[in-house]
């Protein structure tokens, strides 16, 4: 594979693109919601995630399904650990930082946990495998209070309706995304045990869920109209979903590791990256 191929592969296989994507999210937040962005919070942000992240690939198992990621994976397993705990102790670090704000960054720290938990080779980490819909919720939940709560109470900021409609919004789009990732990995998650609402769904219903969240999704964010958000904007925000929403079928039939890993992650952060680009 030529350099350039590797260098790719490493940016997104260490988790440092989806470690940017969370940063450049958070930093959406502030400027859809008028807020100062907090560079200790973003820095904060970003090792947060390459530690949750290397945590949880260190911790992974072999699948069903075989990929270059994986290959990659067992090739590097000591470069996760280097990366998990580089990413500790530069969040805990930043974390001083912020210690007014302890008990939320404890919250998201304790969700984000519970996300790869079940992974820890021990009795009682095994048995978060049994708890329904967990997997998918969880993880729906982190990326949506790390990147748009969080920034939110850091600046002290009045919460409104505004903020409202985007958390819902931002929600069901990382929903959406989590939804497919749940499809291609419910062989694994069936073996393993470990439950959430698309193991347990027939074709027909996921696609249900999956319209559902892509709905409201939609709905949540053209309402933000009503909080004097221009239209550009909105149609900004619409964009990932839209695109989300065309993958449907081809996402459930390819599993190539660039579509999940790179183009559905980066779809969470796309928005984000279109407003710097145009400075809507």
């Known amino acids: 594979m030529p350099f350039a191929g590797k260098l790719f592969n490493f940016f997104v296989y260490s988790n440092l693109f989806?470690?940017?994507?969370?940063?450049?999210?958070?930093?959406?937040?502030?400027?859809?919601?008028?807020?100062?962005?907090?560079?200790?919070?973003?820095?904060?942000?970003?090792?947060?995630?390459i530690c949750s992240y290397s945590f949880h690939w260190y911790l992974s198992t072999p699948s069903v399904l075989s990929s270059p990621r994986i290959e990659w994976q067992?090739?590097?397993?000591?470069m996760h650990l280097v990366l998990l705990i580089a990413g500790l102790g530069c969040s805990v670090f930043f974390a001083f930082y912020l210690l007014t704000h302890w008990i939320w960054l404890a919250f998201a720290s304790a969700i984000t946990f519970l996300y790869s938990a079940p992974k820890i080779p021990h009795p009682y980490f095994r048995a978060l495998r049994k708890v329904?819909?967990?997997?998918?919720?969880?993880?729906?939940?982190?990326?949506?209070?790390?990147?748009?709560?969080?920034?939110?109470?850091?600046?002290?900021?009045?919460?409104?309706?505004?903020?409202?409609?985007?958390?819902?919004?931002?929600?069901?789009?990382?929903?959406?995304?989590?939804?497919?990732?749940?499809y291609r990995d419910r062989?694994?998650?069936?073996?393993?045990?470990?439950?959430?609402?698309?193991?347990?769904?027939?074709?027909?219903?996921?696609?249900?869920?999956?319209?559902?969240?892509?709905?409201?999704f939609i709905v949540s964010t053209i309402g933000m109209l009503f909080y004097h958000?221009?239209?550009?904007?909105?149609?900004?925000?619409?964009?990932?979903?839209?695109?989300?929403?065309?993958?449907?079928?081809?996402?459930?039939?390819?599993?190539?590791?660039?579509?999940?890993?790179?183009?559905?992650?980066?779809?969470?952060?796309?928005?984000a990256?279109?407003?710097?680009v145009t400075r809507i």
């Not at 069936?190 to 559902?212: H, M, P």
């Open 18 to 49: 989806i470690a940017g994507c969370a940063v450049l999210m958070a930093y959406q937040t502030c400027l859809l919601l008028h807020l100062e962005p907090d560079n200790y919070l973003l820095l904060f942000i970003f090792s947060a995630t």
């Open 74 to 78: 067992h090739g590097h397993h000591e």
């Open 132 to 182: 329904a819909l967990g997997k998918t919720i969880f993880l729906a939940m982190v990326w949506t209070f790390v990147t748009t709560v969080l920034p939110v109470i850091v600046n002290g900021a009045k919460w409104q309706g505004d903020t409202t409609l985007f958390v819902i919004s931002r929600f069901f789009l990382i929903y959406s995304i989590c939804i497919l990732f749940d």
């Open 187 to 216: 062989e694994d998650d069936k073996l393993n045990g470990i439950r959430s609402l698309v193991t347990r769904l027939n074709e027909k219903g996921i696609r249900n869920l999956f319209n559902f969240s892509i709905a409201v």
């Open 229 to 271: 958000h221009p239209l550009s904007r909105i149609i900004v925000l619409l964009i990932p979903g839209i695109i989300t929403a065309s993958l449907f079928n081809y996402a459930r039939k390819n599993f190539s590791d660039m579509l999940y890993y790179f183009a559905l992650d980066g779809l969470m952060a796309l928005s």
């Open 273 to 276: 990256l279109l407003m710097l």
